[in-house]
């Protein structure tokens, strides 16, 4: 049994049969059976929400009417800002990237089973819907992490805080490169291979460099949480914690690739910093 | 209980169990079904059950295929052991068998780590081992309350 089972994991191991066989049909399953359940909950929810939630509504009504203008009064700060901004854009070239289309999805659970061991979420999407292994995932926040196993519509995703992440990055301000590598859950991140002589300050945003060819560039990631330089390397010691609250996640965006070259116009940008070429499509 | 209804009793266990697992990070429910399943020694539902329930694992886990084949190979080795010192349906072997599964939890993950190049997290498996060696008992108590019509073998 012993060495019919060592057989089996070999063989998977460099065929991915096995793996891919569990995934098409234990997760479709799974994702088939959360899909309903998550709906359920969230007309609970909505019940909840509406008529039993009434008593808070008022007052934070109040509070949310102060915070529009609040905000509203620093929209008009802002404003002058935000023109400095396009027109830095313009001046500095950003590729404004065509090159990967937004899918919306629902996250349906965290870890599922005791099988799964690596920092990931299950998503509505599957290989048929966008969501293909390797696919980038962001929030309105920032970057989340990227589709590790796909069945046809649901998908396991690696979160950026996973031992096993890496991701290029840049910090926002002094545009010193590093390697984003995460510490399991809760802990935080480090940024590998940051030069001395780089000027990267606490609180600094650390930014996709698309230098990996796997994220496009200039996605938010992490906040600089300290900086120090390394007892044990030639490199800096620096800290970060992810921009996204990946505890409490419920919709995500995908980055579909679409093999769209950016605009002309705006500047050819070297080709590494695009994201990968659009997957064959089944039947092309 | 009718075939049918003990299939439908059984797809409404997997549906469950999927949405428990949902919720708590870790946890095996279906070695909870795979008790049931071997001292009800139904072995013609466990044709179709054990590869669900592997299927199903593999399916929603980060691991390489084959934890989970080791991590039921161990639950059915843990409970023919047991089976020769105490009464199958004896809640006391019910509750030596979680504590015995809990660190065979442990062992499987302590054994996949290396293997598959993954991180080890003594903390984190140390706390679902215990969670899932405390949910087995409290689990299969209902479970088996709700299969009050299928004869259960008792087996010294």
């Known amino acids: ?284 | 209980m009718s075939a049918l209804r003990d299939i439908l009793w059984w797809l409404c266990f997997l549906a469950v169990a999927v949405g428990i697992q949902a919720a708590v990070p870790g946890l095996d429910v279906m070695a909870v079904g795979l008790i049931i399943l071997l001292q009800e020694r139904d072995y013609k539902n466990m044709l179709w059950l054990l590869p669900a329930f592997i299927l199903l694992q593999e399916g929603m886990g980060t691991r390489v295929f084959g934890g989970v084949i080791v991590w039921y190979a161990a639950v059915i080795m843990l409970f023919r052991m047991g089976r020769w010192l105490f009464e199958a349906e004896n809640f006391l072997f019910i509750f030596l068998l979680s504590a015995c599964m809990g660190g065979a939890y442990y062992a499987v993950a302590w054994l996949m780590a290396p293997l598959q190049d993954l991180p080890f997290n003594t903390h984190d498996i140390l706390d679902k081992s215990l969670i899932q060696a405390i949910f087995i008992p409290f689990a299969w108590k209902l479970l088996v309350a709700t299969r009050r019509g299928k004869g259960h073998v008792s087996e010294s």
């Open chain 1, 1 to 284: 049994m012993l060495i019919l089972f060592l057989a089996m994991y070999s063989w998977n191991q460099r065929t991915r049969a096995l793996d891919d066989l569990a995934a098409e049909i234990g997760l479709e399953l799974a994702g088939a059976v959360l899909k309903p359940l998550r709906s359920l909950q969230d007309s609970g929810q909505d019940m909840w929400d509406r008529y039993f939630d009434l008593v808070a509504v008022r007052e934070e009504n109040e509070d949310l009417k102060q915070r529009v203008n609040e905000l509203e009064a620093k929209l008009l700060a802002n404003g002058e800002d935000m023109a400095e901004l396009k027109r830095l854009r313009a001046l500095i070239q950003l590729p404004v990237d065509q090159s990967w289309r937004p899918l919306g999805a629902r996250v349906l659970a965290g870890r599922m089973g005791p099988n799964a061991v690596l920092d990931s979420i299950t998503i509505s999407r599957g290989y048929s819907t966008g969501g293909r292994p390797g696919t980038p995932i962001v929030t309105h926040q920032g970057l989340v992490g990227r589709v590790l196993k796909a069945s046809a519509h649901s998908a396991i995703a690696l979160l950026l805080t996973d031992p096993g992440s890496r991701i290029a990055v840049f910090a926002q301000e002094t545009r010193a490169p590093g390697i984003l590598t995460g510490h399991g859950t809760g802990q935080p991140m480090e940024v590998n291979f940051v030069q001395r002589a780089a000027r990267v300050h606490e609180g600094e945003i650390l930014i996709t460099s698309g230098l990996d060819g796997k994220y496009p560039k200039g996605i938010p990631v992490a906040k600089v949480l300290s900086v120090a330089p390394s007892d044990y390397t030639q490199f800096m010691a620096i800290k970060a914690e992810p921009l996204v609250d990946l505890h409490h996640l419920e919709e995500v965006l995908l980055l579909e690739p679409t093999g769209i070259a950016p605009p002309p116009d705006l500047g050819a940008p070297p080709k590494e910093i695009h994201g990968p070429p659009a997957p064959a499509r089944p039947g092309s």
